[in-house]
């Protein structure tokens, strides 16, 4: 990986290598924009890992431009010293501090900023909708100093590159393209014009900071909406950019109606926006950051060594490890916790106001989760291991117990396997394989092939039981459900070469869906009868948009507001909201209406009097990321 780990010079800035993590919300904000001691380890953790540069997420530069009360701020000198202390934590790790300058326009909502959301012109945000203030000419040059004040306070507090949000749909963004620009003043119409608010922003920005300090734009080069942005268009706003001072680009992609080409889900190709970074190098050979799923330093250094881009952003995995960069320099790609790109951290910023990640549960809590040695080391059997037993089994053993783990299958990863057999989400396999190498790396005793009963238990004698012992398939109460027709979920995926020509799947939550799209790319007709009025229901909302547009282009005949009534030899008789029962044949009827806490081992040894804990799913049905986060919770107390 030579090519990854060379050095590069960007104006002033000496880069050891050419990784630099992106802007990442992680909104570790205090509602009044202070910075609390979580936020600067977070940084400092992800530069500790190897970085060449870190750029410090999007900082409004204007109370009106906040898309959240836990977004970063930069417009007023009060948040300078919090700032510092994030600019000094990365530097004091040996990467260069960065940091975004941000304003949100019409892409939030009045609730967080207490008055109308500006915009370019009267259009309102495609998904957060709601009337928007277009900027008059006076609003527009207030906005443009802002983003100039915001440049002086970023060198203030140490930052040494600054990056001026010009993508994913916010305000900058707004103004390049027709899709939200319908202005008939200087700030709209052809591309001079609609680049001018851009343009003035960095002309602003270059006479604040001097000519040596280097400036990056982020652009959505390719928006795929109509009247947006694409790539030849992109390249001439940046030749105006160029002119005004711009340094570097980051190639993105996407705005708020195209989100999944912002973060793209596990359905989306690695290094998907490379492509359009490699014609913009060409066009413009200028040094260009490619982003976008490069979750592997293999692919990030075949980038680098084809010339495609100079530098490449790894953001969503250096939140799941952000000690990738320096695993990768010492070769250990095993080690790596690879991003699984299930966008976790994309919704638990705008569902729960602070960042979290399904494989890296200390993402955002490093502080409390950092490991201590255990005080007394003792002997601890886990049973199950699916994501909460291996994550617990190797979190214990790394403080000093002694860990044995317990399967009963052949293989460990619990319903991960399963999960991992459609073809969209492979990448769950890195999640197994890191969890079963951290399980060597720090000597859990595995004894697969090994089912536990209560006489096992007693044989082991352990000081500590923990039981991960997941849960098993629900099946609906109906009639006949008995029949030989109605398979499980696990059943459906593990179904091998044998085709099945027409299925009908009971339940369109994720697993439902995935399970339809599944069978669908397969050849089989499929139905979902859901009794919700929506499909795929608790599922992260870029990863639900394209799932059902996948089953929309697979025919997936989808049933919502429909109740099962009874199975029968050939299919299955439902009824719609109006109570009209109909049947629709099948082959196979899957059941993916949920799954039942799997307690048998924990009857058998609860009065056995030994120190039991339970997680993941045989408590509660859930998650991979409830049973991760739970084995490492229990992992570090015990
Ligand atoms: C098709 C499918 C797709 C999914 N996709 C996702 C997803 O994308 N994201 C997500 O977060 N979640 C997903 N899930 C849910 C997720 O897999 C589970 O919530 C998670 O695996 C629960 O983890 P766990 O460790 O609690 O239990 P499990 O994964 O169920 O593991 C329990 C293990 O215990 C073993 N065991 C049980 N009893 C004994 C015993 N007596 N002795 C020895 N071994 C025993 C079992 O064999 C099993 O391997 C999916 C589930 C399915 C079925
Ligand atoms: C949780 C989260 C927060 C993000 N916040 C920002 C941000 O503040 N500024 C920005 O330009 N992009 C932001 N992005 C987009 C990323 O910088 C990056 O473009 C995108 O995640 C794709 O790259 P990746 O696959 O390496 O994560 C965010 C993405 C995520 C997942």
């Known amino acids: 990986m030579k090519h990854l780990f060379s050095n590069y010079r960007l104006k002033n800035c000496d880069l050891k290598n050419r990784i630099v993590m992106p802007g990442l919300a992680s909104f570790l904000i205090e509602d009044d924009g202070s910075i609390p001691d979580k936020t600067i380890e977070h940084y400092r953790l992800r530069a500790a890992g190897g970085p060449a540069m870190v750029i410090m997420e999007a900082c409004a530069v204007s109370p009106e431009g906040i898309v959240s009360p836990h977004q970063a701020r930069i417009y007023d000198d009060r948040f300078v010293e919090g700032l510092n202390k994030i600019a000094r934590a990365i530097k004091s790790e040996g990467s260069v501090p960065a940091v975004q300058i941000h304003h949100g326009g019409r892409q939030t909502s009045s609730k967080v900023i ?124 940046l030749k105006i950019l160029l002119n005004a001072g711009m340094d570097v680009v980051q190639v993105s992609a996407g705005n708020d109606a195209t989100p999944e080409w912002i973060c793209q889900p596990m359905f989306m190709g690695k290094a998907c926006l490379a492509g359009f970074a490699g014609k913009i190098k060409k066009a413009l050979d200028i040094p260009v950051m490619t982003v976008g799923r490069i979750n592997d330093p293999l692919i990030a250094d075949e980038i680098i060594k084809n010339g495609t881009a100079d530098l490449v952003c790894i953001g969503r995995g250096l939140l799941a490890d952000p000690e990738m960069p320096k695993k990768a320099m010492e070769g250990r790609l095993d080690d790596i916790r690879t991003c699984i790109a299930c ?23 490093e502080k409390e989760m950092a490991f201590h040695p255990a005080k007394t080391p003792k002997k601890v059997m886990v049973v199950g291991a699916g994501p909460g037993g291996l994550n617990v089994a190797w979190v214990a053993a790394r403080r000093g117990h002694d860990v044995h783990l317990f399967e009963k299958q052949p293989q460990v990863g619990g319903q991960l396997i399963v999960g991992s057999i459609t073809a969209f989400k492979k990448e769950i396999l890195n999640l197994i394989r890191f969890q079963k190498r951290q399980i060597e790396r720090f000597g859990v005793k595995c004894h697969i092939n090994h089912e536990v009963t209560a006489n096992t238990v007693k044989a082991q004698a352990p000081d500590i039981v923990i039981l991960a012992t997941g849960s098993v398939p629900s099946f609906p109460p109906v009639d006949r459900i008995d029949r030989e027709i109605v398979i499980s979920v696990n059943e459906a995926l593990n179904n091998g070469q044998q085709k099945i020509e027409k299925a009908v799947v009971i339940g369109g939550g994720p697993t439902g869906c995935e399970v339809a799209l599944h069978l669908s ?58 109570d009209t029962q109909v049947f629709i044949e099948a082959s196979k009827v899957v059941a993916a209406v949920g799954s039942k806490p799997d307690n048998r081992l924990y009857n058998q040894i609860k009065s056995l009097g030994y120190e039991i804990h339970q997680i993941g799913d045989c408590l509660e049905p859930r998650s991979a990321k409830a049973a991760i986060y739970e084995g490492g919770v229990l992992g570090r107390s015990i």
Do not use: W
């Not at 207490?114 to 609003?139: E, R």
């Not at 930052?159 to 899709?179: K, M, T």
């Not at 569902?351 to 494989?359: A, D, P, S, Y």
């Open 114 to 237: 207490k008055q109308l959301p500006v915009a370019p012109s009267p259009l309102p945000c495609p998904t957060i909708k709601g009337d928007v203030k277009p900027l008059t000419t006076g609003g527009i040059e207030e906005i443009v100093k802002k983003f100039g004040d915001a440049a002086t306070r970023a060198i203030e507090a140490g930052f040494e590159l600054i990056e001026i949000h010009g993508a994913h749909g916010y305000l900058v963004n707004q103004f390049l393209s027709r899709f939200s620009n319908i202005r008939e003043d200087r700030y709209g119409g052809d591309i001079e014009g609609r680049t001018r608010f851009a343009k003035e922003i960095v002309q602003e920005v270059r006479n604040r900071v001097g000519k040596d300090f280097p400036i990056s734009f982020k652009i959505s080069a390719m928006e795929f909406v109509k009247d947006g942005l694409e790539v030849e268009e992109s390249i001439e706003i």
């Open 521 to 578: 790319e397969n050849g089989c007709q499929v139905t979902i009868v859901e009794m919700l009025p929506k499909i795929g229901a608790p599922l992260e909302s870029i990863t639900k948009k394209v799932l059902i547009r996948k089953l929309k282009d697979n025919n997936v005949e989808i049933r919502t507001g429909s109740k099962l009534i009874r199975v029968e030899d050939n299919g299955v008789v439902v009824a719609g909201e109006d």
């Open 343 to 365: 966008n976790t951290c994309m919704e638990s910023i705008f569902r729960r106001g602070r960042i979290e990640c399904l494989v890296n549960p200390v993402l955002g809590r």
